[in-house]
């Protein structure tokens, strides 16, 4: 999986693009925790927009950094959900903790 | 009634997630299904995998089976492995519940499975292994 960062302000923003499964995972949370920690970041956003498939590995992933940016009191925000990928996400309960937002600029308004 | 079948076999490593949900996603193909469908397919399959790697062989090496069955309009697939087996299957199959917490996962495979084929069914064995059993009937055909 591909990842590209960039940051605005207090807010990360993660470029996904491809697979996020199990094997992928562990090293999307590792690269995402280290850029979080680099860069000293409040806000995280997800930007799913090249993101074809998830499975529920991509739950624990979001979860993981959502925990994370909750304890230095920060928000997370995700964007661009294809149909597949956001019934995932709506089994997973995970929009009871954390909203998807129709895009980036609407993300980084509401935080 | 139309048949077809097939079977494949790979050795427990993460990188074959992927390529099993493939291979399954073609396989089915045939029965014209949507792009919603065989999304689902693949999600089913790949949650089943993963199970297999991280849980029943925690991590080690084993051999994955997939069989593959096509009858008439419906998918059967099951995906079975040799590992430790499941002690509890109805706790196991409770939505949120993991039994290694420490991994970050969210506990929600068996139900992502459940809702994204029309059947599921778990066999397991302690220290013997998991066949988990799935159909889908495609409605395209």
């Known amino acids: 999986m591909l990842l590209k960062f960039s940051k605005r302000d207090n807010t990360l923003i993660v470029f996904m693009a491809g697979e996020l499964d199990h094997h992928s995972a562990e090293n999307v949370r590792i690269k995402i925790d280290n850029k979080i920690d680099e860069f000293g970041i409040k806000n995280l956003i997800f930007d799913f927009s090249d993101v074809n498939f998830m499975d529920s590995s991509g739950i624990g992933v979001v979860i993981g950094r959502y925990k994370k940016i909750m304890e230095y009191g920060g928000k997370v925000g995700i964007v661009s959900l294809k149909p597949n990928i956001k019934r995932v996400f709506e089994l997973g309960g995970l929009f009871k903790i954390i909203k998807e937002y129709k895009n980036i600029e609407e993300a980084i308004e509401s935080f | ?141």
């Open chain 2, 1 to 141: 009634m139309y048949h077809n079948e097939m079977k494949i076999e790979f050795p427990s490593k993460s990188q074959n997630e992927a390529f099993a949900r493939v291979v399954v996603a073609a396989f089915a193909s045939q029965l014209d299904p949507t792009i919603e469908e065989l999304s689902d397919v693949k999600t089913a399959v790949s949650e089943a995998v993963t199970n297999a790697i991280i849980h029943g062989y925690e991590n080690t090496s084993g051999t994955v089976t997939i069989k593959c069955s096509i009858d008439g309009n419906k998918l059967t697939v099951e995906v079975l492995d040799c590992g430790k087996g499941i002690e509890d299957v109805e706790l196991a199959r409770q939505p949120l519940y993991t039994s290694r917490p420490e991994l970050e996962r969210s506990g929600m495979a068996f139900t992502v499975m459940e809702s994204f084929m029309d059947t599921l069914e778990v066999e397991s064995q302690i220290g013997k292994g998991t066949r988990v059993i799935m159909t889908k009937s495609f409605k395209s055909v």
